[in-house]
């Protein structure tokens, strides 16, 4: 309530008040609040759109799987070796295998053949038909295109770029299978083993492509190189050399760098990468200066020392069986120490999941304010009713 | 063909122009910004008619008030400021309205606005807070200032205001 001095105050503000000509208000008032009304709902519909839009992209980015994720990760042309090989464990059997060039292939630990995709660097679990057991064997071509593999004396092919097989049944010169290998070319698929009589027995069969060129009968006793001059051969045994054979029948040794391996090591060629070059899988014992399993690249022994060089390419090669790589996919090399001959996928695949990241917080973000205005008008509508 | 609501709009627009015009010349001391900021008022109550078509003149009211703080917030600093702070406006003018007019004008819109709601719209210290979204302390320290500084702005003024109000 006022006090009686106020009332005199009162008194003049009406006095004030009362002596104002009102101006006139503008005729189209009506229409512009109808119009920025209008304005506000479509904003508030195009907020709701937004949000569910942007929810459905957080979803789909959330639930998508990771390997789906990592195959919008930038592609290799051409393909690589990956820097790192891992054991995936149980991944899903894949039955469309028609999966393109492949860089690596081996058995994982539990017995499921695997392939990396050489561009992306994937990895995938093929549900191949008799697909290797316990003594089954498996083997990438050079060019990574063709992968064989065997089981209980059946041998098989597969086409990676068009998912066709090429069926070698068991017969009476292989009931079982020891060894399998591609000649350079990825054309032939060498095979060594028992026949019925229980002899030891080997063979060249028409896997690939084309129809190689002929083969010494040296070549089955390992992996030819290119020239067919010589045939690298797996070691049974730690050694201070890697074993070659010429192809008269001449044994050559290749010396392992002394100050890498003090104690030798296992070697087990892989495949040929240049006419002079084998690329192989060591395992080298404790004390080495590279311990346990690794990959490696050397100069075969029929040319000079002075040309000779050795090459660490990955480290830390899980323990899988019948582990094989196109080695074709390995680059020439150029003369220096600092050429990378591999490829990181991985940090493909962690620079792509930061990009997800990023979405993710974007969209987060957009989400939190269109929730946010649909709330607003949420509350507004609420108030309105009342 | 207009609507109801439009037509409900347009009644409420003739019937309270003149009264809702008296209020803003107070809140502002200028002709044209009370027109302006009745305008804005209602161009606000027609966005929202729906909802405070049983009420409007308390919302359109309510947005005067807010308005007319949130434009003076963004002026200020464009302005220059005017003379001495208290300095006391010259009486030249003998007519009372005319001083009382002068006065308020030296007033900030804050002091301005919440003498209006208490002296013209007669409202209690209490309404008042509610209506601006402040503290009834903040309305009671507010009122006594502006009171204080008509009296210093306007010494002839002191009958009216009161030397206690």
New interface residues.
């Given amino acids: 309530m006022t006090t009686p001095p106020d009332l005199g105050l009162r008194t003049s503000l009406h006095r004030v008040a009362d002596a104002v000509e009102p101006l006139p208000v503008a005729d189209d008032l009506w229409r512009r609040g109808q119009a920025a009304r209008r304005r506000a709902q479509a904003l508030v519909v195009a907020a709701v759109l937004f949000v569910l839009a942007s929810l459905g992209g957080v979803v789909t980015l959330v639930s998508s799987d990771r390997e789906v994720r990592t195959a919008s990760t930038p592609v290799v042309p051409g393909g690589a070796i990956p820097s790192r090989i891992t054991d995936p464990g149980d991944l899903t059997l894949e039955e469309d295998l028609a999966l393109g060039r492949a860089s690596v292939a081996f058995l994982s630990e539990t017995g499921r053949p695997v392939v990396v995709g050489a561009t992306d660097g994937r990895y995938h679990a093929l549900a191949l038909d008799d697909a290797p057991e316990d003594d089954g064997l498996l083997a990438l071509s050079p060019d990574g295109r063709h992968l064989a593999w065997s089981n209980h004396g059946r041998i098989r092919a597969l086409h990676l770029e068009n998912g066709t097989a090429t069926f070698f049944p068991r017969n009476d010169e292989h009931v079982s299978v020891a060894t399998l290998a591609w000649a350079p070319g990825s054309h032939q698929l060498l095979w060594t083993g028992t026949d019925r009589a229980g002899g030891r027995h080997g063979g060249v069969l028409p896997a690939g492509d084309a129809f190689g060129g002929p083969l010494f009968p040296s070549a089955l006793r390992g992996i030819p190189s290119p020239s067919g001059d010589l045939v690298a051969l797996s070691a049974t045994e730690t050694g201070p050399a890697a074993l070659f054979f010429r192809r008269a029948g001449k044994a050559l040794d290749r010396t392992l760098p002394a100050d890498l391996y003090p104690d030798g090591a296992t070697v087990r060629p892989l495949g040929w990468t240049e006419r002079h070059l084998v690329l192989a899988d060591v395992d080298a014992p404790p004390g080495s200066y590279v311990e346990g399993r690794h990959l490696t690249l050397f100069t075969s022994p029929d040319r000079p020392d002075s040309e000779w060089t050795y090459r660490i390419v990955m480290r830390d090669v899980p323990d899988v069986a019948s582990l094989s790589l196109a080695v074709d996919l390995v680059p020439d090399l150029d003369g220096t120490s600092s050429q990378v001959l591999t490829h990181d996928f991985d940090a493909d695949a962690r620079s792509a999941d930061q990009r997800d990241i990023s979405w993710l917080i974007g969209l987060g973000v957009a989400a939190a304010i269109g929730v946010l205005l649909g709330l607003r008008w949420l509350w507004r509508q609420a108030r309105r009713s009342r | 063909m207009i609507t109801d609501d ?1 037509a409900g ?2 009644e409420f ?1 003739a019937a309270r ?2 009264a809702l ?3 803003a ?2 809140l502002t001391g200028d ?2 910004l ?2 302006d900021l ?2 804005a008022a ?10 405070i078509h049983t009420s409007p003149e308390a919302y359109v009211r309510r947005a005067m008030y807010h308005q007319n703080i949130s434009w003076w917030r963004r002026r200020r600093f464009a302005e220059s400021a005017l003379g001495g702070h208290d300095d006391a406006a010259p009486a030249v003018d003998t007519d ?2 005319l001083t ?2 002068q006065a ?1 004008a030296r007033l900030t819109p804050k002091q301005r606005t919440v ?2 709601l ?3 719209e ?1 409202l ?1 210290e209490v309404e008042t807070a509610r209506t601006l979204g402040l503290s009834t302390s903040t309305v009671k320290s507010t009122t006594r200032h502006a ?1 204080g500084r008509l009296r210093t702005l306007a010494p002839e ?1 002191a ?7």
């Fill in positions: 439009e709009f347009a627009v122009q003149t015009s008296r209020t010349y107070l002709h044209h009370a027109q009745v305008q209602l161009l606000q109550a027609a966005k929202h008619w729906r909802r009372l309205r009382l007019d308020l003498l209006v208490r002296f013209y007669d209690t009171l003024l009958e009216l205001i009161g030397a206690d109000a």
